[in-house]
């Protein structure tokens, strides 16, 4: 298993966390961007600059991860494509995308860049907060402990 961070907006106290784990469990940790992206010295994390544009760090990604690779974005169109290649997607507050509540998320996406297109000021997410962190550290580690042969594994938060 991968860890694959669709990185562009992630926020840095979930790279903060993910560097930790992946350090702690030797599990390689690939941050995707369009930009320069600083990571700490280590042989399990990696950084991929893609050229910019259009969604071209989410099409990177998915032409590299595999089946049973994590990804973390909170790009709900590349969480479809990567469910579709049999991988997990986790998003930066916490919550998996899964078979079940993709097509819900889809809709709710197109339904609010509509509204948008139409002049309607629909705000933007809420600010990550500190209980957001602490659901991502969590599922982060419930997902690692059921998926990670022989690791034990700790609290990342």
């Given amino acids: 298993m991968q860890i694959w961070v669709d990185a562009d907006a992630c926020p840095n106290v979930i790279k903060e966390i993910l560097f930790r784990v992946a350090d702690r469990l030797q599990i390689t940790l690939t941050l995707v961007a369009n930009k320069l ?3 700490p010295p280590s042989r399990f994390i990696k950084a991929i600059q893609v050229p910019a544009g259009f969604d071209v760090a989410d099409r990177e990604i998915t032409r590299l991860l595999r089946a049973g690779d994590l990804v973390i974005t909170a790009d709900i169109p590349l969480a479809a494509d990567v469910l579709e290649k049999g991988a997990d997607a986790l998003n930066p507050r916490g919550e998996f995308y899964t078979k079940d509540n993709i097509q819900q998320h889809l809709t709710m ?3 609010m860049d509509e ?3 139409s002049g309607v ?3 933007g997410p809420a600010a990550f907060s500190q209980s957001d962190r602490h659901l991502f550290a969590s599922q982060l ?3 690692l402990q059921k998926n990670t042969t022989g690791i034990a594994v700790k609290r990342s938060s």
Avoid: A, I, S
Wanted: aromatic share 6%; net charge positive; hydrophobic share 25%.
């Fill in 37 to 39: 992206l600083r990571v």
């Fill in 109 to 111: 996406r197109n339904f």
């Fill in 115 to 117: 509204l948008r297109g």
């Fill in 121 to 123: 000021e629909t705000g």
């Fill in 141 to 143: 580690d419930r997902h």
